[in-house]
């Protein structure tokens, strides 16, 4: 059964940082590309990253591009996500998600539960 | 970027009904179109595929179409359960993309 389980999500202040991780299982880790999509609260879905499933290739939205960094430990199945200078529109419940294979490509075809990011002083 | 625009925002509808959810992306992007559904406190399931493949264990009244910019998601006799918001994502351009979604809810 695939499993995504995310943490390290919490309350921060602006300009801080935080890193969040997403434990992996189930299926072949390093086969599968892997991202991140968050949701501010009552709003819809926004992709934030995406990691192919070598670690070789990254993209990111503009709106965390120099601000974010994504990377994976495929000896640890897990996947990270370090966030700095941290702003209250970055508030938001982080999921992370598979594709079905090693490029950034098609559907998601699993979501973890998330894992909420709250930027406020 | 490519814009995804679903429409209707919001529709409440009778059990048994059936639904149907456009989805309209700002270029052409193929069939490069998928489906999720979220209900209340859980995180996304994927429900359709690339515009109309269909999903093992997504019951079957759940089926879509179309290809190019404009997309329909159609719910054939809504259950209770269907509650929830819909959204569809396109994987033809970077960045990835999502409808601002459609909340379906029960009469």
């Known amino acids: 059964e695939v499993q995504l389980l995310e943490s390290g999500g919490g309350l921060v202040q602006p300009g801080g940082s935080l890193r969040l991780s997403c434990a992996a299982s189930?299926?072949?880790?390093?086969?599968?590309?892997m991202s991140w999509v968050r949701q501010a609260p009552g709003k819809g879905l926004e992709w934030v990253s995406a990691?192919?499933?070598?670690?070789?290739?990254?993209y990111y939205a503009d709106s965390v591009k120099g601000r974010f960094t994504i990377s994976r430990d495929n000896s640890k199945n897990t996947l990270y996500l370090q966030m700095n200078s941290l702003r209250a529109d970055d508030t938001a419940v982080y999921y992370c998600?598979?594709?079905?294979?090693?490029?950034?490509?098609?559907?998601?075809?699993?979501w973890g539960q998330g894992t909420p990011v709250t930027v406020s002083s | 970027e490519i814009v995804l625009t679903q429409s209707p925002d919001f529709q409440s509808v009778t059990p048994r009904e059936k639904v149907t959810i456009t989805c309209r992306a700002s270029?052409?992007?193929?069939?490069?179109l998928h489906w999720y559904q979220q209900k209340s406190h859980q995180s996304p399931k994927l429900l359709i595929k690339y515009a109309s493949q269909s999903i093992s264990g997504v019951p079957s009244r759940f089926s879509g179409s179309g290809s190019g910019t404009d997309f329909t998601l159609t719910i054939n006799s809504l259950e209770a359960e269907d509650a929830a918001t819909y959204f569809c994502?396109?994987?033809?351009?970077?960045?990835?993309?999502f409808g601002q979604g459609t909340k379906v809810e029960i009469k």
């Open positions: 998600a598979k594709w079905v294979g090693g490029a950034v490509a098609g559907p998601f075809d699993y």
């Open positions: 990691i192919s499933g070598s670690g070789d290739n990254t």
């Open positions: 189930g299926f072949t880790f390093s086969n599968c590309a």
């Open positions: 270029q052409s992007i193929g069939s490069s």
């Open positions: 994502h396109q994987s033809s351009n970077l960045p990835r993309t």
